[in-house]
């Protein structure tokens, strides 16, 4: 057994030894919340208080069909509170509670406001982040961080959350983090992602959803966690909306604007948003590159300016039918315009070991693409009796076009011969578009006495056609095409049954078990180079969990699961593709998957504190790997597999109140990595301790203001190759109602320091690189939003309350 495995297995039982196993009774409270019309409502929050003093006790959400289940090992008298935006609360008389008893509510029929908009108000109460003991939640919806910024930006700011200069999604320190939208995954590459989530405002997502170790029920996909995003839903009689408009300056202006509406009337819900954004920034990327010849070292010093301008519209609609208060049917469609323009400039200037001539090369890169996509969603639940059996079904189909076009000049001459330079061009066409299906079947059904048997079937289809077509010239003589170019067409089927059980070892202790099995056919087509790769292969995916009630204020999850990444369509095709004359990209057909073993412990203190322990261990690790050619003094990249990578993961959550009006939320992490591998002839054998803070500050200003400020730290780290020196950055943002709060006023400011500097180094067998980046983060972000409503309406006043009070009712 292996020295770190010995100290985890040491550490869980001495955990376990602290948490006191004996078991005791709790006390069920049960209901279903409804409207005066008899329609189920979902989201609503239920709170458990003392009868006497008010104070929470605990809660929780009521699901889609309106149902709640309240567990507590609290005795005494209490009362029950149901509250939502746009209904009275609802308060029960006083009743008594004592373990090992039941007490059934049955339908709790809450009233809606009526009024004016200037007549009813609502507190926003709730904190922005809600620590549960298998996931934690942020609350998007309502604060000054989310008006004005994208989705993306908002992702980039949660806990353990990481969002690098490549776009790439970081949970915990680690790679490979599945993002979902409603529970339905997106199914796209890391930069599709990302310009995805920056045409989606902040302003249309309730909360995001952070699960580090998701059950079997969840895809295997995604070694590192999931991040599921929540978009906004009315579950009130009438129309709502907000126009907007605003823009950004980083260097480059970028204006955006917006209109959201949902209309609620019957059985009907309807929602719709459209929005346009421009995402423009200047990137400044300085790398010093050193190659060992036999006449001694010869140095490349690269200056490079990229001017990027990035313009999306994006729609996002759904339409909701209750056929009754036990069936309801839907669809959602998500459509978006992706339009991307580079201008890139570098200078690169090269000496050489035994003479004094210098080589100096100027390149110019000039670049335009497109990415259309559209999503639809068919969607149906039914509940097949009182006691919460419940099948749910959903179809997808995802279509995604892109092309993109790029003309890479570049003038080479020696010393001050500028006016002699010779020239050559080297053109790139490249055209993708993707289809996706899926379509899934979830069964639940309560088993009496806390027992719970979730089962479900999923299939997704995958093809995707990419066509690289790559040509070059010199001087002024026509293009010729180079052998690089590339027709591949990926095609991947995976099939997946999983099994899920919930149920107790005690009346303190409650386990849930799980197993997913899934079925993958992987076809990678190289239609130039006549080259078939084909993978099938049945995987295991089993979870566990096990919840432990030690008291009313302390309960510790453990779980562990394995998980599984599968290469991206794009990283297996064998194409080149030229970053500048010196720096080429090629893809890797012979990607495998890669798997990750995950345990954590986590403890969650007064439903507010969470100290988390955690431990993977990953196979097959893909990493972008770094090559040199000596002989052609060039440079290529390529993503392949390492053997392991070790992450030992240490999480603390701490909220803060420092006064009524001043709350933070404040989180320390302390991640050590460890990658191990041959490349080539060289060992990597590297580890590194990483530092990171992140702290959040809420403020009810005089006036009527609101304000959020956010600082990050991120200590040095290592990512295979590449050792990353630290970095911070600080984001600020204030916020104003007028017109009797009708009108918001918001604006933002992002690294507020010029901190956000990216320096990396490449020391390893015979590259010895050093790279600096910075994306011109620093800007200020100015939002004006107009809200609407005609109806049965209501309005979000900015009181905060303290902590206690924040969870009982929902914004």
Request: glycine letters at 8%.
């Amino acid at each position: 057994m292996k020295i770190s495995t010995q100290i985890f297995t040491v550490l869980l039982f001495f955990f376990l030894g602290l948490s006191n196993l004996a078991a005791k009774d709790v006390a069920l409270i049960t209901g279903q919340v409804k409207d005066q019309k008899g329609e189920s409502l979902p989201f609503v929050n239920v709170a458990l208080v003392e009868a006497q003093t008010g104070t929470l006790i605990t809660g929780a959400v009521t699901n889609d069909s309106g149902e709640f289940l309240i567990e507590t090992a609290r005795s005494g008298k209490v009362q029950l509170m149901v509250s939502s935006i746009g209904f009275q609360t609802f308060k029960s008389e006083e009743f008594e509670i004592k373990v090992g008893s039941n007490k059934e509510f049955g339908i709790i029929s809450i009233e809606e406001e009526a009024g004016n908009l200037e007549e009813v108000t609502v507190r926003s109460t709730r904190p922005d982040i809600i620590v549960e003991a298998d996931k934690t939640t942020i609350n998007v919806e309502g604060t000054v961080m989310a008006d004005g910024n994208t989705a993306l930006d908002v992702i980039g700011r949660s806990p353990g959350v990481y969002v690098d200069e490549n776009d790439n999604i970081n949970l915990n320190g680690r790679p490979g983090v599945t993002v979902m939208i409603n529970d339905r995954q997106t199914y796209m590459s890391a930069n599709d992602l990302a310009n995805f989530l920056r045409s989606m405002p902040a302003d249309n997502i309730k909360s995001i959803e952070i699960i580090n170790n998701p059950t079997s029920k969840f895809d295997a996909e995604g070694t590192a966690g999931v991040i599921n995003i929540k978009l906004k839903k009315n579950n009130m009689d009438g129309m709502f909306g907000n126009i907007q408009t605003g823009g950004m300056y980083n260097g480059i202006y970028g204006p955006n604007a917006g209109i959201a509406l949902n209309v609620k009337k019957g059985k009907w819900t309807n929602a719709a948003n459209l929005n346009y954004n421009e995402f423009n920034f200047l990137n400044d990327i300085s790398i010093n590159r050193n190659f060992q010849l036999d006449e001694g070292i010869s140095n490349f010093d690269q200056s490079s300016e990229i001017t990027t301008i990035n313009k999306s519209l994006f729609f996002n609609g759904g339409s909701d039918y209750q056929i009754n208060d036990k069936h309801s049917v839907g669809i959602s469609i998500q459509a978006s315009d992706y339009k991307g323009e580079n201008d890139g400039k570098s200078f690169t200037e090269i000496d050489n070991p035994g003479t004094e001539d210098l080589f100096f090369l100027r390149s110019n890169n000039e670049g335009e693409s497109q990415n259309k996509r559209i999503f639809g969603n068919f969607h149906y639940v039914g509940l097949l009796d009182t006691l919460g059996t419940k099948f749910t079904t959903d179809v997808d189909y995802t279509k995604m076009k892109s092309n993109a076009s790029s003309l890479l000049s570049n003038n080479r001459w020696i010393n001050e011969n500028e006016n002699g330079a010779a020239r050559d061009y080297i053109l790139t066409l490249n055209e993708m578009d993707y289809n996706i299906f899926t379509a899934k079947v979830d069964f639940t059904k309560p088993l009496g006495k806390g027992r719970i048997l979730e089962t479900g079937l999923k299939g997704s289809w995958v093809k995707s056609d990419n066509e690289l077509d790559l040509s070059k010239a010199i001087e002024e003589e026509p293009f010729e095409q180079d052998p690089n170019s590339n027709k591949f067409i990926y095609e991947e089927n995976v099939l997946a049954a999983y099994a899920t059980y919930k149920s107790k070892f005690s009346e303190k202790v409650s386990y849930q078990v799980g197993l997913r099995t899934e079925y993958s056919d992987i076809t990678g087509n190289s239609v130039t180079l006549e080259r078939v790769d084909k993978q099938n292969y049945i995987d295991l995916f089993p979870s566990f969990f096990v919840q432990q009630q030690v008291s009313k204020d302390y309960q510790i999850v453990y779980n562990a699961n394995r998980r599984i990444n599968r290469p991206n369509y794009r990283l297996l095709n064998p194409f080149i593709f030229y970053i500048d004359p010196l720096t080429t990209e090629q893809g890797n057909p012979y990607l495998r998957p890669q798997y990750s073993n995950n345990l954590e412990m986590n403890h969650v203190v007064k439903g507010q504190y969470q100290f988390t322990l955690g431990y993977s261990l990953t196979t097959d690790v893909f990493q972008q790997i770094f090559t040199q050619d000596e002989e052609t003094r060039t440079t290529t990249t390529y993503t392949a597999n390492l053997d392991k990578s070790q992450n030992w993961n240490f999480r603390a959550m701490i909220p803060v109140e420092i006064r009524k009006w001043w709350n933070t939320s404040n989180m320390v992490q302390v991640n050590n990595a460890r990658w191990k591998s041959m490349i080539g002839d060289a060992l990597l054998d590297v580890s590194q301790t990483s530092l990171t803070l992140r702290t959040q500050h809420t403020f009810n200003l005089p006036a009527g203001f609101r304000g959020e400020l956010m600082a990050m730290y991120i200590g040095p780290s290592q990512y295979g190759q590449a050792s990353i020196k630290g970095f911070g950055w600080v984001d600020a943002g204030i916020s104003k109602n007028l017109m009797k709060d009708k009108l918001s006023i918001t604006v933002n400011g992002t690294d507020l320091f010029r901190t956000q500097v990216i320096n990396a180094a490449v020391q390893f067998d015979n590259i010895d690189t050093q790279f600096q980046q910075y994306r011109s983060n620093q800007g200020v972000r100015f939002t004006l939003r107009y809200k609407f409503a005609k109806g049965e309406n209501f309005k979000i006043s900015n009181s905060s309350g303290s902590t206690e009070e924040r969870n009982r009712l929902d914004n």
